[in-house]
């Protein structure tokens, strides 16, 4: 039996640019509901991306970005992702996103009344994503 | 008759100015290319946005969430994006114009501003300037968009306002540019577009629906606001190297006109000079 074509079309596009697009096999990311793997006919399905790796499994290998906010629309044969920033491993600066998690940490165990707790977990969580995928 | 004297002045001022006016419209020119890709890259995302949200809504127009009802405060807000330099034609005052005419009473108003030219104007009118994000003009990013938009969602759920508008230059080419006004909040779709959607698929959505509409409205807002922010830079620029351009191409006429007076005049005093010389030697003789 030929075996059937199990490539979708996946594209991931932020608002200054099309990030990725080309055809996979699975792709996994991190919704609000919990992590999730798709595969080709997967049933439709619109859901809210939470900041997180987005691994990519292309014909050639893997490829991993990190990605922060933003939802992702699933149709049989097309997966769209929108979201708000994307970047590859290679665009992450490191030292910077240290910087950030440090910052957003003091934030939060300092607990100061007039600072945004929701922002600074946010900003916590991004900056994690972004060590995390470097790793 | 102006003295020669007066005319090369005059020809030398409007000369010095002709080249600010050329350097204006090359810079211009130059920023414009910038802004009209950008604003070309933002547009997938736009479009995908709109087509989801529209989808969202053709399926679920029964929904009761505020966003789409209105909230029940008489006062609106508007967002209005202009410029924070002048020189560029009628571009922020066309877009004044727009909130001034929009048939919506002064007291009710309530201005989210960007661009201090614009902002000038409206203060001077009477109008009541709720917020100043100017700055983010210079160099608009998603973020900017997100921060702003947050703002003026949170004064919409807390109900200091009822509806919310966009007042932006639509950026159609390069010589056309089309002052806009938008409603956001609440939404209004055509009903023959919602109609063209494909209804053949049954969409899931995770979390539940509404709070899956509750999350993504607010995203398909800021990529509104970020694609007007985007297009309204590049109008800027494209208005201020038209208006530069017919700037330069004035002073060219106002040179060669002055040129000729002054060639004029030049004869002038020449014809008369030879006139008195001849006068004075007849005189003699």
């Known amino acids: 039996m030929a075996e059937e074509n199990k490539y979708f079309q996946l594209q991931i596009i932020t608002p200054d640019r099309i990030f990725y697009e080309g055809e996979a096999s699975m792709v996994e990311f991190n919704s609000v509901d919990g992590e999730l793997g798709v595969y080709k006919h997967h049933i439709p399905l619109t859901t809210v991306l939470a900041p997180g790796i987005v691994t990519i499994t292309e014909s050639g290998g893997q490829k991993e970005a990190a990605i922060h906010a933003g939802f992702v629309q699933i149709l049989g044969e097309k997966v769209t992702f929108l979201a708000e920033v994307a970047e590859w491993p290679d665009e992450i600066d490191v030292a910077r996103a240290e910087a950030a998690k440090a910052r957003a940490e003091e934030r939060l165990r300092n607990h100061a009344a007039d600072i945004d707790v929701a922002r600074a977990e946010i900003a916590l969580q991004r900056a994690l994503v972004r060590i995390g995928i470097k790793q | ?285």
């Open chain 2, 1 to 285: 008759m102006a003295s020669m004297r007066d005319i090369k002045r005059r020809k030398s001022s409007i000369q010095s100015t002709q080249q600010i006016t050329k350097a204006m419209k090359l810079v211009s020119t130059v920023k414009l290319q910038k802004a009209r890709n950008r604003a070309e890259q933002s547009n997938p995302y736009f479009n995908h946005m709109y087509q989801t949200v529209t989808s969202m809504l053709a399926r679920s127009g029964s929904l009761n969430h505020p966003y789409l009802k209105g909230g029940d405060s008489g006062k609106k807000a508007i967002i209005t994006i202009a410029s924070n330099r002048g020189l560029a034609g009628g571009y922020n005052s066309n877009v004044v114009k727009l909130v001034t005419e929009s048939g919506m009473a002064k007291e009710d108003i309530q201005v989210y501003m960007i661009g201090r030219k614009a902002e000038e104007l409206l203060v001077r009118k009477g109008y009541e300037i709720k917020a100043d994000y100017s700055d983010v003009i210079e160099g608009p990013t998603y973020e900017d968009a997100t921060t702003i938009c947050k703002d003026v969602l949170e004064a919409f759920s807390k109900g200091e306002i009822g509806e919310i508008y966009l007042a932006y230059t639509h950026f159609k080419n390069t010589v056309s540019h089309e002052p806009k006004l938008m409603k956001l909040l609440p939404i209004e779709f055509d009903e023959a577009e919602l109609n063209e959607v494909d209804n053949n698929v049954l969409m899931n959505y995770e979390p539940n629906e509404e709070e899956a509409l509750d999350l993504i409205i607010p995203k398909y807002l800021t990529s509104l606001f970020y694609g007007a922010l985007v297009e309204a830079v590049a109008s800027e620029n494209g208005a201020r190297m038209q208006a530069m351009d017919s700037a330069t191409s004035n002073a060219d006429e106002m040179i060669s006109d002055l040129t000729l007076k002054y060639n004029r005049a030049r004869q002038g005093s020449i014809t008369q000079e030879l006139t008195e010389i001849i006068a004075g030697a007849e005189a003699i003789s």
